[in-house]
């Protein structure tokens, strides 16, 4: 059985009048459910996670600033949303997701949270659109409560994982890998186990060639007992943000990758789905869609 977290405060954090372009947290599940890919039992509602969990990853200061909704204003615009509590108790659903998520995979093989991958979250600061690093924190839950002890994070969205690989920097038991646009967001970046950074317009070809070789590198260097997967969708050609011009059957080649890769050896994998900005929304929701088509393809 594929566990899927999902929450209808994914799509609509905040009142009527202040809607953000959330609608594929709401279109990724009923594509789904349309085609007959899932099921209503896959899903499953994660209630917030914990204070106690959160300060396992990020700093107690950063944590009661947005838990209290005080952080300045120059600090709100680097996450670039207004803060509310309502995003807050999102951003605490999502983690949790990704939490209960691992678990699953770990009996399931495989699991995914329709939101998360909020990697630019860093130990003391939140950025585009990230306050709570999901994946991050999960790491660490589970190497605290010894589920996990070796950790892979594959991060592929199209930006770099600057706050996952800022949180881990010290910490060898979880080894970081992130391909993304060189000259695109964040343009500080910070130092991963293992960055690719990647020329505007890298093609198909291109892009899965360096894939294929750095997966490897990735797998050797550390020997997972599970891995996380970041399956950002702006990749695209299509995508206004990505400065990548990858084709949609691409994208799914990449998945598909990761996928065998982890269940060749035998990886629980937890899947978060992080960006995805192309003009059409039925492109984003394809492409996530397809993560999923091969999950369910693979794994059931
Ligand atoms: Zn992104």
Redesign the pocket.
Same mark, same amino acid.
């Given at each position: 059985m594929i566990k899927i977290a999902w929450h209808p405060i994914y799509a609509h954090p905040l009142p009527e009048g202040h809607r953000f372009p959330m609608l594929k947290y709401e279109l990724i599940p009923e594509q789904l459910m349309h085609e007959g890919t899932i099921e209503q039992n896959n899903l499953f509602y994660p209630e917030p996670a914990s204070e106690e969990i959160i300060l396992l990853t990020h700093k107690k200061a950063y944590w009661e600033q947005l838990r209290d909704l005080t952080l300045s204003a120059k600090e709100q615009r680097r996450i670039g949303f207004p803060l509310s509590a309502q995003l807050v108790e999102r951003e605490l659903r999502i983690t949790q997701g990704t939490i209960d998520g691992a678990k699953f995979a770990i009996e399931n093989g495989i699991a995914f949270n329709v939101a998360g991958?909020t #990697?630019h979250a860093g130990s003391n600061w939140g950025e &585009?659109f990230c306050l709570l690093n999901d994946q991050a924190i999960t790491a660490n839950y589970i190497l605290n409560r010894k589920i996990a002890h070796r950790i892979l994070i594959i991060d592929l969205?199209? #930006?770099q994982g600057n706050g996952t690989a800022e949180i881990f920097q010290n910490e060898p038991r979880v080894f970081t890998f992130s391909m993304h646009g060189d000259k695109n967001?964040p343009f500080r970046k910070e130092v991963s186990d293992l960055d690719v950074p990647l020329d505007d317009n890298l093609e198909d070809e291109a892009y899965l060639n360096l894939l294929e070789v750095n997966l490897k590198k990735a797998f050797e260097s550390v020997k997972p007992d599970f891995v996380f997967y970041l399956s %950002?969708v702006?990749v695209l050609s299509t995508d206004k943000? %990505?400065k990548l011009s990858l084709s949609k059957i691409a994208c799914k080649e990449r998945d598909r990758m990761v996928l065998q890769a982890c269940k060749h050896k035998n990886l629980p994998l937890q899947i978060s789905m992080?960006? &995805?900005?192309s003009a059409d929304i039925k492109d984003i929701v394809d492409a996530h869609c397809n993560t999923y088509r091969l999950a369910f393809d693979l794994f059931t």
């Open positions: 991958g #990697h &585009g969205d199209v #930006h967001f %950002g702006d943000l %990505g992080g960006g &995805g900005y």
